[in-house]
Structure formats: structure tokens, C-alpha cells
């Protein structure tokens, strides 16, 4: 079994959706969870992290994380072209991150 | 601010040839590094890190290797590429900021292609 599993979509939606992105994973002692942004060709970017369960905001996304389901997800708001990457997700018990494969989204405008 | 600089931006080798990658980090002291590589619709796998000098953890068996000689510098190597190396290899950092929030930064990244 695999560490992180994360669906690699593609997820197309139209401009002004809500985005659900989602990521499972089986070890119970990840402490951070990260969700990254990707560009074509770039090196990815950090978004948001969490520590421990719970949920965080910043602007138009929000990080959730479910322990005891081992969920967890990134919400987009109001999604915007400039939103168009592959978000990937990550978790860490201290020095060693696990990634999953990330989801490619596209938002039409 | 922290920055990670790699290069090359972008490699073409011959199979059989050795390599050389280097990433180097300013803005930090004593920083976690770390190696991965990301191939065509794959996630970021996790090649080696580093916490200090000298210090390499491996996590894949594979004809790479890694070295830490200073402790802003980490260099990935092979003496003999395969096909299968070829992909985008990313040097990052991992640690606390000053205000205790998590950060990580990624290099630039170099693109390998083995021919």
C-alpha cells in the first residue's frame, strides 16, 4: 500500500467553481500536511500546511485534515484560470515527505 | 529569504555517462535538503536527504548517490546514467522560519533526458 494515494484526476471545471482536491494516506504518525502548486515545467510551490488535525484558511483555499479517517482535503474557492497547475499533496512525520502524484486541474474560463 | 539554486536548468547524457547535479542554498543555516525526481506523470519520489554535513540518508537503491560537503551544497551523482534516470530532478529545503511557520522551497529543477 502506498503511502499518500491521490487521484490524478484531470479535474476541468469552469471558472468561479469550488474544487475539491483530495488525498488518503496510512500513516498515522504524518504530523504536517501539505498541499503544493505545480506550473507546467516549474518546481512546485507551497500553498498551505496544517499541523495535526483540523482546518486552515488563507484567501480562497482551505486545508482540512481528518486523523482519524486519514483524509485530506483542499478546497478552492472561486477558482481561477491562474488556478490551472497540478496540486499535489504531502505529508511529513518530521524529515522524510511522502507525496502523492498530484492532481492536474484545469479551470476554463 | 531562502533561495535554492540548481543546475543545469536542462541535460541531455548518453547512457553510460556520469552526473553531476548540484544545489546550493542561501538565506539558511544547517538546512534539511533533500533530492527528488518527478517523472512524466508521476509524483515526486525522494531520492536522498540530508540534515547535515556528510549526513545522506538514501531512500531508493538505484545507481545514484548523494553528498553533502558543505553545508549549504548538495551535490546528486552517477557513474553510469540508464534510461530509466531520466526525468526532473528537484532540490529542496525544509525547515522553520523565523516566526516558527513551516517552509520549504524548491529549486528551479533540472530536466534530465538520458538518450
Known amino acids: 500500500q502506498k503511502e499518500v494515494e491521490q487521484d490524478p484526476g484531470p479535474l476541468s471545471v469552469p471558472e468561479g467553481a469550488i474544487v475539491s482536491l483530495n488525498c488518503t494516506y496510512s500513516?498515522?504518525?504524518?504530523?504536517?500536511f501539505m498541499w503544493y502548486r505545480q506550473y507546467s515545467r516549474k518546481g512546485p510551490e507551497l500553498l498551505m500546511y496544517t499541523y495535526s488535525s483540523g482546518n486552515k484558511e488563507d484567501g480562497r483555499f482551505t486545508a482540512q485534515v481528518d486523523k482519524s479517517s486519514k483524509y485530506i482535503s483542499l478546497f478552492i474557492r472561486d477558482s481561477q484560470p491562474s488556478d490551472s497547475a497540478t496540486y499535489l499533496c504531502a505529508m511529513t512525520t518530521g524529515n522524510q515527505f511522502y507525496f502523492g502524484t498530484g492532481t492536474s486541474l484545469t479551470v476554463i474560463p | 529569504s531562502q533561495t535554492i539554486h540548481q543546475w543545469p536548468a536542462t541535460l541531455v547524457q548518453p547512457v553510460g555517462s556520469p552526473l553531476s547535479l548540484e544545489c546550493t542554498v542561501e538565506?539558511?543555516?544547517?538546512?534539511?535538503l533533500y533530492w527528488y525526481r518527478q517523472a512524466a506523470g508521476r509524483g515526486l519520489q525522494l531520492l536522498f536527504y540530508?540534515?547535515?554535513?556528510?549526513?545522506i540518508s538514501s531512500e531508493v537503491p538505484q545507481n545514484l548517490s548523494a553528498s553533502r560537503p558543505q553545508d549549504r551544497q548538495f551535490i546528486l551523482s552517477s557513474k553510469k546514467l540508464l534510461l530509466s534516470d531520466s526525468g526532473f530532478y528537484l532540490c529542496?529545503?525544509?525547515?522553520?522560519?523565523?516566526?516558527?511557520?513551516?517552509?520549504?522551497?524548491f529549486g528551479p529543477g533540472t530536466r534530465l533526458t538520458v538518450l
Open positions: 540530508s540534515v547535515g554535513i556528510g549526513q
Open positions: 538565506g539558511t543555516s544547517n538546512p534539511n
Open positions: 500513516n498515522s504518525a504524518f504530523q504536517y
Open positions: 529542496a529545503w525544509w525547515g522553520f522560519g523565523t516566526s516558527g511557520r513551516v517552509e520549504q522551497f
